[in-house]
């Protein structure tokens, strides 16, 4: 192994030392450089895995297994998560925590079977973390030690774990999938609904479009993020699987916290428009979504509520007066880039807590549109929409927004894409919309499989 192994030894028996010490399981890390991974890494992975990466790839996280998992629910999990963090972080040994995190969009609706992998707010701190950070590569190895274990049996089982990680696994996955709900029916039918409520309760409300896709067997995962990664240059690519027949995925321009310190960087993304490869058109698409009454009310909106939001949590708030564009391959987006300072008591938990969700995924007032989305959707967003991300032991981290997303199981895909409306959206623009935005998973998809009966996805 190309570790040290007498330092790591020592790592595992001062936590041995401390568990049985305090009678409760403490977390050993130990860290060492290694050379530069990418999203290949992953195809070497047995064990539960966990990917993110940032839009210029500079940074990367690849986690595998589970060395620890803090999962909470309810409506104040932020600040519940915020506090189980809080002690694991008071007593751990060797380096630094890293979890890779996840929040549901809402409180989940009664017991829904598709997410309770997931759950409602989840931190996984993974066995095993390659770290590419300012062009460093480091390997963390977290160990889970409870009070008498045996340190010798601790290494031999890391030892045999790591090893696995240098094991190619064959990958050929030839799956078929067929489309077996398109949501249309369903997004029309809340479509008409949140219309009567922008009539009078809402300014904006986000409405989604859940897609099911039945599998003939597992799609192979680690090829479809790869090709997520190569297709959509300039998103985040994110990819959690708690369990080895569940995984939640996606490439997603939206940022919704940076935070290094008490520094932070969010954005506004709201307001849509397709991509064109002629460069003319392209270009004409985008000034007219940068002028477009409709489009620039629904960022607005989003713009207001952060800056509200922030105004109270901060020593300092800059933005630009006006939306620039943000294109990805298939879309573009108004885009308003927001710095701020957080107070020195302001918490990344509370931040996330408090921004999430921006009226970019809930609405405004943000109450009453999550109420609504609640009520009218006829599924469950689970983890479509939400904060993911990942976060260190000082609370910096960065989480995204989760959507052009797709939960996967063995058998089944489930994609979701959705649109803020305002007041006089029009039903069939919506919608289309929403075609756009499944895009870049379907198109990433079929370089893996045959997708039959496709009648939503846009090239
Ligand atoms: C809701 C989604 O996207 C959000 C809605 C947008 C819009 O309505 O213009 C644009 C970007 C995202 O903030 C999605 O992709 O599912």
Known sequence: MAYAQQELKQCIEQAVGHANAYQRAIIASYSWQVEAQDVSTLTFGTQERFYFTTPDRSMRAIGFGIAQQLKT????RFLRMQSKWATLNRDHVGNDLFAFCGFSFAELKQPDYRWSAFGEASMTIPKFLYLEQDGHTTVTIFAFVEPQSNAEKI??????????????????????????????????????QATQLLKTTLKKIVLAREVVYELDQP????????????????SYIF??????????????????????????QTAAVAGSAPRHELEQTDYALGQTLLQDDKNRVEHAIVVDSIEQTLRGLSTRFEKPEQPMLLKNRHIQHLYTPITATLSPEVSLFQLIEKLHPTPALGGEPKEAAVAAIRDIETFERGWYGSP???????????????????LFTDRSAVLYAGCGLVEGSRLQSELEETGTKLSPMLQALSQLCTIEKDDVYVD
Do not use: C
Request: charged share 20%; glycine share 10%; no cysteine.
């Open 73 to 76: 629910s309810g409506h104040d």
């Open 155 to 192: 290494l031999n089982q890391l030892a045999v774990e790591y090893a696995e990680l240098h094991t190619p696994k064959s990958s050929q996955f030839v799956t078929r999938i067929r489309l077996t709900r398109d949501g249309n029916d369903a997004f029309e039918a809340s479509f008409h």
């Open 219 to 234: 799609v192979d995962l680690a090829g479809l993020v790869q090709e997520l990664e190569s297709s959509q240059p300039g």
């Open 239 to 264: 990819f959690f699987q708690p369990t080895l027949e569940e995984a939640f995925l996606g490439a997603t321009p939206e940022r919704l916290i940076l935070k290094t310190g008490q520094e932070i």
């Open 388 to 406: 993911v991300g990942w976060m260190d032991g000082a609370e910096n981290g960065e989480f995204i927004v989760a959507i052009r997303s797709g």
